[in-house]
């Protein structure tokens, strides 16, 4: 390409300066895209300058490296980019761009700020002489434009490098220009495609929201834009306070440099209703301080609260209601005990508990069948029901034909008896039944609070003794005495025969699995207690965990559980198996502050991972010490292991003990999934919970499933896992290894 005229010096010094207003009028450059506007640049600079050369190189933000953004060659007339240029290679001329506005290096091979290059650079491109002029941007360097002279080294005059450090300047606009640009791009990327609705306030009414926000409230920009946050909300907020003096209080509290997170109730553009959770944070917006907010729906969740809530009255009752009779059952008494002891302690007053075994009712059922035994029942309910209100003594049945009487208003133990005496003279009376005329009678024991204990299971054991020696020595009324505990039934020894049992390892664990209902995998196992005395054989765990949980024994019972669960856990790892292990661990347990460290020594003597140990406790653990209770569940979580709230349904959790505790799974109790199919309260309560488990990111494990139907009916209402008879009943260790062999091999 034939060289260029070389202007004169005034042409030159004009050309300059056109040059330059040229390139800062160019809407090209201003308003295309980088690449383009820094190709024009450089051109233009190579053709007002005279060089063979000009390219634009940009610095790292450590400093270490100038990458070529765009370099024009004369001889080609084409542009190249991506040359990378490192500071460990060329130190003094990185050190140089730092020091120096222009490096005017008329010969760039001897010069000491540029030789460096002369070898690997200036020498094989033939060039002589450099004009550098540094791009700068927040009082750093951020990069450079470069001139480079081909041929014959020159001088560079001071216009040049004026013109130079001019070119390098707008080109520093340009590159701050593009980030602003591409920052408001990411900007609205973001504010654009969040899948929560998003809006900014500014002077008290919303300036933008995207299309999100648009979508929730169903208004067009123009129905919302220019009005006031409370023109979207109704008119009172749930709690009672007026939504527009709500709005700007947490608004100016925003502005004030405080973040605001909260419920709102808002209102559509239709006029319907929702409920979301908002987000405000102050923002800066073209020098104006604005507040920009983030709304989410959760309508689904609170739906889902509802829907339980809605059946919460009903759960509760059979919760605390035996289904026959209607009365409050035993979990109810232990309940209501906390408050009376504490009105009784104020008063200083006392407590009978009564404990009643109706006589001969075993022989009635046997003989006319349970169905005239449950009416039976019923008719002795309301009979000692009626007797009971007028003397202000509540009546529970505990099961079978046990019943207790909780009285407040007894002044000793000769009004205790008193009224255990018309109780039953009450149930000596004749009971018509079908046509058959009934006489049964009760043996009655008697505790007194304080005297006999200091809780209602301290009472209610207490009365049970005393209602034995009542039974078996023919009297019909007792009060507890100490020497009866020698002549208590075996049910009542066990807590002495348990310590045994563990230090001889009459103990064994049975394991039921549980299944993932999307994948249909084997997710882990329960571990379920068993006890091979060796007397009387295999013991149902409610003859004696019941009672263990009512003595010291439960803490070294606990113990055997969870150590025999890791020792099973380790076995099954040696053998290439991961099989989380859920153990129960009672009320007791959390009230146990050592519990949190015990069971932390037993996993670091098992070396087994954590995760792999899954803790279920039941509603009830968090009534008599709450606080206790979450402090030890929080220490178990920060070990890493998995807490599952077993029965759930059946206790009195309440909504915000949920969002509190550390927990990942919810079992639903078995008295509502083996009747689901067939009675819409329970269905209503397995759905509700299913919808608020999720709600809250919990898994739901379904207990007690027995066939195929209930088995679908709870993978369509997207119940994570389930576990019960129709998969496996609880299984010995081998039995469990074959099951699973099988299972795992369809």
């Not at 009784?344 to 009712?361: E, G, H, S, V």
Request: aromatic share 6%; charged share 25%; glycine share 6%.
């Amino acid at each position: 390409m034939p060289r260029r005229l070389i202007p004169g010096l005034k042409e030159r010094s004009m050309l300059l300066a056109d040059t330059y207003i040229a390139l800062s009028k160019d809407t090209e450059i201003w308003k295309g895209s980088l690449v383009h506007g820094l190709r024009r640049i450089v051109r233009a600079c190579a053709n007002a300058v005279g060089v063979q050369r000009a390219s634009i190189w940009q610095l790292n933000p450590d400093f270490t490296e100038l990458t070529c953004l765009t370099l024009y060659r004369e001889d080609t007339d084409r542009y190249e980019q991506g040359t990378i240029l490192e500071a460990r290679t060329f130190p003094r001329y990185f050190a140089a761009l730092a020091n120096n506005r222009v490096i005017d290096a008329s010969d760039a091979l001897t010069d000491p700020r540029t030789r460096e290059f002369s070898d690997v650079y200036l020498k094989p491109q033939g060039i002589t002489s450099m004009l550098d002029a540094t791009l700068r941007g927040e009082g750093q360097t951020k990069g450079v434009l470069c001139l480079e002279e081909v041929g014959p080294s020159r001088l560079w005059t001071r216009e040049e490098q004026s013109f130079v450090a001019s070119v390098a300047d707008l080109v520093s606009q340009l590159l701050l220009l593009n980030n602003l640009r591409n920052s408001e791009i990411r900007y609205r990327a973001l504010f654009d495609g969040s899948g929560d609705a998003i809006f900014v306030v500014r002077n008290g009414i919303f300036i933008d929201c995207n299309n999100t926000a648009l979508n929730m409230f169903r208004a067009s920009r123009e129905q919302m834009l220019g009005k006031s946050p409370d023109a979207f909300s109704t008119p009172m907020q749930p709690d009672g306070m007026r939504s527009a003096d709500k709005a700007q209080r947490k608004i100016r509290a925003a502005l004030e440099g405080q973040v605001q997170s909260f419920e709102w109730r808002h209102r559509r553009q239709d006029g319907t209703a929702f409920d979301a959770e908002v987000t405000l944070n102050a923002v800066l917006i073209e020098d104006s301080t604005c507040v920009m907010g983030t709304v989410r729906d959760v309508s689904d969740r609170k739906q889902a609260e509802q829907a339980l809530l809605l059946s919460r009255q009903q759960l509760e009752h059979r919760a605390n209601h035996d289904a026959l009779t209607g009365l409050p059952n035993r979990e109810c008494l232990h309940e209501r005990a906390v408050h009376s002891i504490a009105q009784a302690n104020f008063q200083n007053r006392n407590i009978a508990f009564l404990l009643l075994d109706l006589n001969r009712f075993k022989e009635v059922n046997d003989t006319l069948g349970h169905s005239i035994g449950d009416h039976l029942l019923k008719e002795i309910a309301a009979r000692l029901q009626q007797e009971l209100d007028e003397r202000n003594a509540e009546l529970y049945r505990l099961g079978g034909d046990e019943f207790a009487v909780a009285a407040r208003a007894l002044n000793n133990a000769d009004e205790a008896v008193a009224l255990a005496e018309i109780i039953n003279h009450s149930l000596r009376q004749p009971i018509r039944v079908e046509g058959i005329s009934l006489e049964l009678g009760a043996s009655i024991g008697i505790a007194l609070y304080p005297l006999h204990g200091h809780n209602s299971h301290a009472m209610l054991r207490c009365a049970d003794v005393a209602m034995y020696h009542a039974k078996t020595h023919g009297t019909g009324i007792a009060i507890y005495d100490a020497g009866y505990d020698s002549h208590s039934p075996r049910r009542l020894m066990m807590v002495a025969e348990l310590g045994t049992a563990i230090r001889e390892n009459q103990l064994c664990l049975h394991f039921q699995p549980r299944i993932d209902l999307a994948s249909g995998h084997c997710t882990g196992c329960e571990a379920l207690l068993r006890w091979q005395h060796p007397v009387h054989g295999m013991v149902p765990p409610g003859d004696f965990i019941p009672i263990a949980e009512m003595s010291d024994v439960i803490h070294p019972l606990s113990r055997w559980v969870v150590r025999a669960a890791l020792e099973h856990i380790r076995d099954w790892q040696r053998n290439g198996l991961s099989i989380p292990v859920a153990v129960n661990l009672s009320a007791r347990n959390l009230s146990d502050r050592h519990c949190p460290q015990r069971i932390a020594d037993l996993l670091q003597e098992y070396q087994v991972p954590h995760h792999l140990l899954e803790i279920e406790i039941t509603e009830s653990a968090f009534i008599s010490d709450p606080k206790r209770a979450l402090q030890v569940v929080d220490q178990l979580h920060e070990l890493g292991l998995k807490l599952a709230i077993d029965d759930f349904g059946t206790g009195y959790s309440s909504l915000s003990y949920l969002k509190r505790l550390p927990i990942s799974t919810l079992k639903i109790d078995r008295s509502f999934v083996k009747d689901m199919l067939g009675n819409e309260a329970d269905a209503a309560i397995v759905r509700s919970t299913i919808g608020l488990a999720h709600s809250f990111g919990l898994k739901v494990v379904a207990e007690g499933v027995e066939d195929t139907a209930t088995l679908d009916a709870l993978r369509e209402l997207q119940c994570d896992q389930a576990q019960g008879f129709h998969i496996a009943r609880p299984l010995p260790v081998e039995s469990f290894n074959h099951w699973l062999a099988e299972f795992s091999s369809r």
